[in-house]
């Protein structure tokens, strides 16, 4: 559907809500922090899982949301982002919702191919290759930095061979409950 040029609320909000794919992925783009701006010389980029980010216009305006991106879903124009959830009455947690305007990239995903090219053209400065790669490593010895904070290590190394066993102990349980041939089939029954 072509983007409207009218002046009138009822069509500007369906060229809104019926957008294609290509033109809501361009609404779905947040600004970068004022050191990711003076560092790679843009504005704004597109909204990835895995950026780090912090929401700056939020309702309880009582604690500063910062976290990493879950989900994006560019269907209802949402980000959805880690820490930022709320209690239900039965008791579950959710994460909700937060536009993409309200949110502000304080460290990028760099892993994406296409998203090095695209700040490499966009960039006001002279990027090379080999600037965004120290990006990349400095964002790997980050996470390696986080997960060895993190509860989730424990001491106990399991080996490559544990797993192997496990799964063939469920192949072994799923070839026993669904017999391959006719004859089999037969037998079973």
């Given at each position: 559907m072509?983007?409207?040029?009218?002046?009138?609320?009822?069509?500007?909000?369906?060229?809104h809500?019926?957008?294609?794919?290509?033109?809501?992925?361009?609404?779905?783009?947040?600004?970068?922090?004022?050191?990711?701006?003076?560092?790679?010389?843009?504005?704004?980029?597109?909204i990835?899982?895995?950026?780090?980010?912090?929401?700056?216009?939020?309702?309880?305006?009582?604690?500063?949301?910062?976290?990493k991106?879950?989900?994006?879903?560019?269907?209802?124009?949402?980000?959805?982002?880690?820490?930022?959830?709320?209690?239900?009455?039965?008791?579950?947690?959710?994460?909700?919702?937060?536009?993409?305007?309200?949110?502000?990239?304080?460290?990028?995903?760099?892993?994406?191919?296409?998203?090095?090219?695209?700040?490499?053209?966009?960039?006001?400065?002279?990027?090379?290759?080999?600037?965004?790669?120290?990006?990349?490593?400095?964002?790997d010895?980050?996470?390696?930095?986080?997960?060895?904070?993190?509860d989730?290590?424990?001491d106990?190394?399991?080996?490559?061979?544990?797993?192997?066993?496990?799964d063939?102990?469920?192949?072994a349980?799923?070839?026993?409950?669904?017999?391959?041939?006719?004859?089999?089939?037969?037998?079973?029954?």
């Amino acid at each position: 559907m072509k983007q409207t040029k009218s002046i009138q609320p009822r069509k500007q909000r369906k060229s809104h809500f019926k957008a294609e794919y290509h033109i809501r992925n361009r609404k779905m783009t947040a600004l970068l922090s004022h050191a990711l701006r003076e560092k790679y010389g843009i504005r704004r980029l597109p909204i990835h899982r895995n950026d780090k980010v912090t929401v700056f216009k939020n309702k309880s305006q009582d604690a500063e949301i910062k976290g990493k991106v879950i989900r994006v879903l560019p269907q209802r124009y949402a980000v959805h982002i880690e820490g930022h959830s709320k209690e239900k009455a039965d008791g579950t947690i959710v994460s909700f919702p937060v536009h993409p305007s309200n949110v502000v990239i304080t460290s990028l995903n760099l892993r994406d191919k296409k998203r090095r090219a695209i700040i490499q053209r966009r960039s006001r400065k002279e990027m090379t290759d080999e600037e965004l790669a120290e990006d990349i490593f400095d964002e790997d010895e980050e996470l390696a930095e986080e997960l060895e904070d993190s509860d989730m290590l424990e001491d106990e190394d399991f080996l490559e061979e544990d797993f192997e066993d496990l799964d063939m102990d469920e192949l072994a349980e799923g070839e026993e409950e669904t017999p391959d041939t006719e004859e089999d089939k037969e037998e079973s029954e």
